[in-house]
């Protein structure tokens, strides 16, 4: 499965919304998830399972530190679909 | 032909715990780890834990812990043929904390042991009880979760500092008339070993400890985070089924109290409803490990004595990584 970086945005701003309360809008590539966007660490693990539930991709573990800015989540799962 | 015994249906007599004495807040703790109240709070729930003195013993608390277990359930340590003590923090190899525990509450002749299950040790041996009790080979069982976790804790770690604690709880087990421990549901996912580490080895001390870092508990927070809430809430819903027992039919949710965040979004992910009470001891506990289960139920009856004889769903889960619940009906009031 083939996904857009565009259809991957959408997906992330509704899933941290819903996990975190951040309104989507202020939701962009650049943001850090924790210094921008507060998404602590455990809420972190909790976007990253519904981003794999969502997308259908596998995130582990160890990658999960290095997804910094909603762009590397981003840029992840698509390739990761790919 | 072998002859074989049989028991009864089990259940859990009664239950006792105990604190020691000595407060600890976050505002004591933030200091050697950079850290605030505000943020251990936000992370864990936790606002204040007990640390045990340090010539407090895993035994003195055990001991302290089983007393109280044994006078609410009207029992003396006579009828106990059985000791499990779950504990991960017992200084010595060998002989076990078990049967250092029988000789001092008067009942050397107890078969008695340890058991290694980490933060599940207590779930572990809730199980093994009630199936010693159903098959026959014990009549009254002693399961203690005990654990003095301040003497293999880093207080600079700034991973682990602030969550880990001492304390004891024991439950007796024996026989009942009608069913009232359900199936445990247990297992293992040990391909991530990794995840909780006490470490290095004994034998690494042997010769020159020159150099040698204590075997302190070391965990990753966000593995474990995923594991206990994606993994471990799904054997709880397996124990629930079990036990053909729904959420809603549920009185209490105490599961091992890791961390307010865990029980939270297990609860969601369980579908446990608002009617039922969620055991949050870790705020003003900690994360005892194999105490906390028992320690949270004597805490919950004694804030809310209507929850005595109510149907709970325990699960407990820690370094293995290994789980196991069930489905228990609470003691009845002493």
Redo the contacts between chains.
């Keep these: 499965m083939s996904l857009t970086q565009e259809a991957v945005l959408a997906g992330i701003k509704e899933i941290v919304e819903e996990v975190a309360g951040i309104p989507a809008a202020s939701i962009e590539m650049d943001k850090n998830f924790t210094d921008d966007l507060d998404v602590?660490?455990?809420s972190?693990?909790?976007v990253?399972?519904a981003a794999e539930e969502r997308f259908g991709v596998k995130i582990p573990?160890d990658k999960?530190?290095d997804l910094v800015t909603v762009g590397d989540a981003v840029n992840f799962i698509v390739s990761a679909a790919k | 032909m072998i002859h074989v015994r049989t028991g009864t249906h089990s259940r859990i007599m009664s239950v006792g715990g105990y604190q020691p004495s000595r407060v600890v807040p976050n505002s004591e703790i933030v200091d050697r780890i950079d850290s605030t109240d505000e943020w251990i709070r936000q992370r864990t729930g936790i606002e204040e834990r007990r640390f045990a003195a340090p010539d407090e013993s895993v035994l003195d608390m055990a001991e302290a812990a089983c007393k109280q277990a044994l006078s609410r359930a009207k029992l003396t340590m006579a009828d106990i043929d059985t000791v499990i003590v779950a504990t991960i923090t017992y200084p010595f190899q060998a002989p076990s904390a078990a049967t250092a525990l029988i000789a001092r509450l008067g009942n050397p002749k107890a078969a008695a042991f340890d058991i290694n299950a980490a933060c599940a040790g207590f779930c572990y041996g809730v199980g093994m009880a009630s199936d010693f009790v159903r098959s026959g080979t014990s009549k009254h069982v002693l399961v203690v979760g005990v654990e003095k976790l301040t003497d293999f804790t880093d207080p600079d770690d700034r991973a682990t500092a602030f969550i880990f604690a001492d304390g004891a709880g024991a439950v007796v087990i024996g026989p009942s008339e009608t069913p009232q421990i359900g199936p445990t549901e247990w297992g293992s996912d040990a391909d991530s070993r990794d995840a909780i580490l006490m470490e290095p080895s004994w034998n690494e001390f042997r010769n020159d400890a020159q150099g040698i870092s204590w075997p302190n508990i070391a965990q990753q927070g966000q593995a474990v985070f995923r594991w206990a809430v994606y993994s471990v809430s799904k054997a709880a819903s397996r124990a629930l089924a079990a036990a053909g027992v729904r959420p809603d039919q549920l009185d209490a949710f105490i599961p091992h109290q890791a961390n307010v965040r865990i029980i939270e979004t297990m609860a969601k992910e369980i579908g446990i409803p608002d009617s039922v009470v969620i055991a949050q001891d870790i705020r003003t506990s900690g994360n005892t490990s194999a105490a906390s289960i028992p320690l949270a139920m004597a805490s919950l009856l004694e804030e809310r004595p209507d929850l005595h004889g109510g149907l709970a769903l325990l699960i407990g889960y820690g370094a293995g990584l290994v789980y196991a619940g069930q489905v228990v009906q609470l003691p009845p009031k002493p």
């Design positions: 602590d660490s455990l972190m693990v909790e990253v399972v573990d999960v530190q």
